[in-house]
């Protein structure tokens, strides 16, 4: 680093890192602006283009002050692993990373085998401090995963399909033999929901208070965990589906079929939003990059999709081969896959969109993985499989820096409290569940196209009709050139372009007509006078 | 193999003591929070039904006048008193902190008509219709608060009698002139028992006199022959005039662009008047629904308040159609006189029914002081109301009042009124020939003549 006299004031960083530092925080500007500027040439109103203009650049401002801040200010930077010379990251083993990292972190590494009661499911808090696993065979536990102590379990002695958070690690919803049912942390059971029926799997819309399940029918359901009204109660008529993932930057609910399907749902709509043929065989399991623009989908033909669902095309934009029981992204973009007894870790590091091998890690053989999940806010994957769960070091997985009012996992009783009343009074409406969440404030275009009047109508039959008249007929052959004939001619050109606008116009007569004739109709007549209402048509 | 995780040992992300503060940890990244803008919506949302809530306007009732209060004067050096003066001749000091009256000034025989004082606050003019213009002298602050208990009268200091009645007075930034405007325009001397100047100007009364706070030469007033007319100290003769539909009650100069005035109209509008260009209004403030009788502009010139013949008192901003806000009380009759207090967060009338009231300028305002975190939290919710004001649901909210029912029924009368005018106005143009029936604006057509 050079230190130069400037014009008086101390240059400490030179010309070309300052460059770089400056293009760096561009970049990170970028992401903070949340959308391009706003164009305001067109504008004619002077008042509210001076208004919008000082709000962008206020934005911009608050924009560069979020970036500087995260340059400078974040505690904490990402986890990584990098391979030296003829290494591969992914014939890295767990075990030589628990030797290279601290204590604390190695101590995330562990294996509970419970042989009896498997296989298990698993679901974490956002904060990622809690963890509730939920066995087959009826067991269900919440662990604190911070001093890995475990908090409550109990045996439900009937099968356990699915276990799900609700806001906080206070309550929890487990999908049972014939009904779901809400406990809270001691293992009370505080409500059956009897309407949901046999659930094969839950998820919870956490902004929206919106417990979602999907049963044995291919049912979906909402119901509103604050006020326990049923939101929604939708038949998807796809078949009974196991696979379903909530996208975490909408809300919307993905459902996997067994025909290859993928259909996304919305609370306030019994139709789906979308619905898309992505797999050839059955879907076996999805997942969503918390971005929300890429979806990963695994079909039983021994196919990885990746979809990128801004664009909605018909082509996935990366496809991986390979069986996946389960898929999940991490925080930070990274994709598990998980088959059998193997888990693969894939990730995007040229920043194109393009998922190769990243990490490995096998099993015990024998072991079946029914869910692979990252842990929020650390490098660790959970794995619940046929003999227990398991905990593996994903380095670089997690997002480093955590956000007190977000999520935190060094909350207190005294912070969580307060956190639940809060996020209770922003609790979203269901109404604000669609596929583009930034949609949300916007104009709403105009989608019909304006009326023609009657004039412009007449003078687009005058320009075709004159267009026509131009038109010098050619010369036939003696006989047929006589000027009576081409006289004629001339005059049927002139009928056949105006045919079509007649025509358009006799059509929507009509349409006036039929619409008039059906108020009439509606209108009662007084007995007097109704022998003379006009009788339908005879059919 | 180079590797590191993420690792946080407890120590560095929790406090040390039990005494410290909770650590707090920001991370700005939008990825973490999904759905901000529909949680900002239900946030304003929310801000704008707690403003509901709270929206506590009226704080209190000052009584104490005999008959019912005519014209208001606030004291320029002096935060909390006021000064009244009712119909039967009575002038009252009021202090505003402890809602009581302080001073009594006694002495004139007709209605007290209009009433000023000096800019040094010592000096109170008071003129009424028994032809006098008496001169009080105020008392001091410290003695106010002595004896708040037991109210003290006063002597005035001169009495000048003259040959008209009056209608209103003003008084001159930093001297000790004041102009009284009654049969004509007189600008007086607090020590000469006759005016120094007088003008005319046609032969009807002048209603209101106000000068401009800028530039202390210039004199606006009103007159009855609905004229509002401009007048410089220096010139020794009136300089411009026009004439209006109606009659201009009040007139009142934007403090902060004292080129700029506004006028509360007969017609039940305000209209605001650039005093270089008298041919147009900049703007009309409509919403009330009978004759506008006094307004007064807050200290930063960015609003002002209205008061109305009907019963309610509006509060406007300086370049708005619409009123922000409306109060109204049961008991509160037909508004006379409104004073917008010194530091801008208090709304003051005097009414028929012989009160003066006192209102808060911002209905769901937290009186008191606030914390920093209380004052963050206000702040946020007045930013997201703003960000999605135009969204339906949040202008229903906000927009909202509740209205007495005659004034509610004689708003949608003036609104379809308006309307049937405005249609019938339509279709005699599209019915003649094009060009011969020229719309001129609103703003313009109040106006009939520019002298």
Not at chain 1, 274 to 285: D, F, M, V, W, Y
Not at chain 1, 468 to 483: A, C, M, Q, W
Not at chain 2, 271 to 283: I, L, V, W
Not at chain 2, 389 to 410: D, G, Q, S, T
Request: proline share 4%.
């Amino acid at each position: 680093m050079g230190v130069k006299q400037d014009g008086g004031t101390i240059d400490i960083v030179p010309a070309m890192e300052q460059e770089k530092i400056s293009d760096e925080l561009d970049k990170r500007v970028k992401k903070f602006l949340r959308g391009a500027e706003a164009n305001l040439e067109g504008l004619k109103d002077k008042k509210l283009k001076g208004q919008l203009a000082v709000r962008e650049e206020l934005y911009g401002k608050s924009a560069h002050a979020a970036a500087k801040a995260e340059k400078w200010l974040l505690p904490s930077e990402g986890g990584y692993l990098e391979a030296e010379g003829i290494e591969k990251t992914w014939r890295i083993k767990q075990e030589s990373i628990a030797r290279e990292v601290d204590i604390l972190s190695s101590r995330s590494q562990f294996d509970i085998v419970l042989p009896d009661l498997g296989p298990y499911t698993l679901d974490f808090t956002s904060s990622g401090r809690y963890m509730a696993v939920g066995g087959r065979k009826g067991h269900l536990a919440i662990l604190d995963m911070k001093n890995m102590s475990l908090i409550r379990e109990i045996q439900v002695r009937e099968t356990v399909r699915d276990v799900a958070f609700l806001h906080n690690e206070l309550f929890f919803a487990a999908a049972q033999k014939k009904y779901p049912y809400i406990y809270n942390r001691d293992g009370t059971e505080l409500h059956c929901l009897k309407e949901h029926g046999a659930v094969l799997r839950l998820q919870f819309l956490k902004n929206h208070f919106l417990l979602a399940s999907v049963n044995k029918f291919g049912h979906l359901r909402y119901q509103d965990v604050t006020m326990g009204r049923m939101i929604g109660s939708y038949r998807t008529g796809l078949g009974r589906t196991d696979v379903m993932h909530v996208n975490p930057y909408n809300g919307v609910v993905a459902l996997g079929h067994s025909g290859g399907k993928v259909s996304m749902w919305k609370p306030t709509s019994s139709a789906p939003l979308l619905q898309r043929l992505c797999h050839k065989g059955p879907i076996s399991a999805m997942a969503f990059h918390p971005n929300g623009h890429l979806m990963a989908t695994a079909g039983k033909e021994k196919k990885i999709m990746l979809w990128d669902l801004r664009k909605l095309q018909d082509e996935p934009i990366q496809t991986l081969p390979g069986h996946a029981s389960t898929l999940d992204f991490s925080q930070k973009g990274l994709l598990a896959r998980g088959c059998n007894s193997y888990v693969q870790i894939l990730g995007d590091f040229s920043g194109s969109q393009n998922y190769e091998n990243y990490m490995g890690h096998r099993m015990i053989k024998g072991y079946q993985i029914g869910r692979v999940m990252f842990r929020p806010y650390e490098d660790v994957l959970g794995i619940g499989h046929s003999m227990g769960w398991s905990s593996i070091l994903i380095p670089g997985s997690g997002e480093p820096n955590f956000d007190t009012w977000v999520a935190n996992p060094f909350e207190t009783s005294k912070q969580r409290r307060e956190k639940e009343v809060h996020s209770l009074l922003d609790k979203l409406p269901p109404e604000t569940i669609m596929l583009n969440p930034t949609e949300l404030g916007t104009v709403k275009t105009q989608r019909r196209k304006e009326k023609r009047t009657k004039e412009e109508k007449e003078a687009e039959m005058e320009a075709a009709v004159e267009a026509v008249k131009v038109i010098e007929p050619k010369k036939k052959t003696k006989g047929r050139n006589k000027p009576s004939k081409r006289a004629k001619k001339k005059q049927e050109m002139i009928v056949s372009a105006k045919r079509p606008f007649l025509e358009q116009q006799k059509k929507e007569e009509e349409q006036v007509a039929r619409k008039k004739q059906k108020v009439s109709e509606q209108v009662e007549q007084p007995t007097a006078l109704q022998r003379f209402v006009r009788k339908k048509a005879a059919t | 193999m180079k590797v590191k995780v993420i690792s946080r040992s407890a120590d560095e992300f929790t406090k040390e003591r039990s005494q410290d503060l909770q650590r707090v940890f920001r991370n700005f990244d939008p990825s973490i929070r999904t759905q901000e803008k529909a949680v900002e919506y239900v946030r304003a949302q929310n801000a704008a039904k707690l403003d509901k809530i709270f929206a506590r306007p009226f704080v209190g009732a000052m009584e104490g006048h005999i008959d019912s209060i005519s014209c208001m004067a606030k004291n320029p050096n002096h935060l909390i008193g006021i000064f009244s003066g009712s119909m039967d001749g009575e002038i009252r000091l009021w202090d505003l902190a402890s809602r009581r009256t302080v001073c009594r000034f006694p002495g004139h025989k007709g209605a007290v008509q209009g009433l000023t004082v000096s800019t040094d606050g010592r000096v109170l003019v008071s003129c009424g219709t028994d032809s006098t213009v008496r001169l009080w002298s105020v008392p001091v602050s410290n003695l106010l608060e002595e004896d708040a208990s037991s109210d003290k009268s006063a002597q005035p200091r001169e009495t000048y009698v003259w040959k008209n009645a009056f209608r209103s007075v003003d008084h001159q930034w930093n001297s000790d002139r004041f102009a009284t405007g009654g049969a004509g325009v007189d600008i007086w001397n607090h020590n000469r028992s006759a005016p120094e100047q007088s003008y005319q100007w046609g032969t009807d009364t002048v209603v209101s006199v106000r000068f401009n706070p800028g530039e202390p030469d210039i004199l606006a007033t009103s007159a009855s022959d609905r004229s509002i007319a401009l007048y410089d100290l220096r010139m020794g003769k009136p300089t411009s005039k026009f004439i209006m539909r109606t009659r201009t009650n009040s007139i009142c100069w934007n403090p902060m662009e004292p080129i700029n005035f506004t006028a509360a109209n007969e017609d039940s509008n305000c209209y605001s008047f650039d005093c270089r260009k008298f041919g147009e209004a900049t703007c009309v403030h409509m919403d009330h629904v009978s004759a506008v009788m006094d307004i007064d502009y807050s200290p930063t010139g960015r609003e002002f308040v209205t008061g109305s013949y009907d019963r309610t008192i509006m509060i406007f901003q300086y370049n708005a159609g619409h009123k922000r806000e409306i109060y109204h009380t049961k008991r509160m009759q037909r508004v006379f006189c409104v004073k917008y207090s010194c530091d801008g967060s208090y709304v003051i009338s005097g009414s028929d029914d012989t009160n003066l009231r006192l209102w808060k300028s911002k209905a769901s305002e937290q009186l008191g002081v606030l914390l920093p975190r209380e004052q963050k939290k206000h702040e946020y919710h007045e930013a997201v109301k703003n960000r999605y004001k135009h969204l339906p649901e949040i202008k229903r909210i906000v927009r909202h009042r509740h209205l007495p029912k005659p004034i509610y029924k004689a708003g949608k009368q003036i609104r379809e009124q308006n309307e049937s005018q405005r249609k019938k106005q339509e279709k005699r143009k599209a019915h003649s020939a094009p060009g011969s029936i020229v719309e001129e604006p609103l703003r313009k057509r109040k106006i009939i003549k520019v002298e």
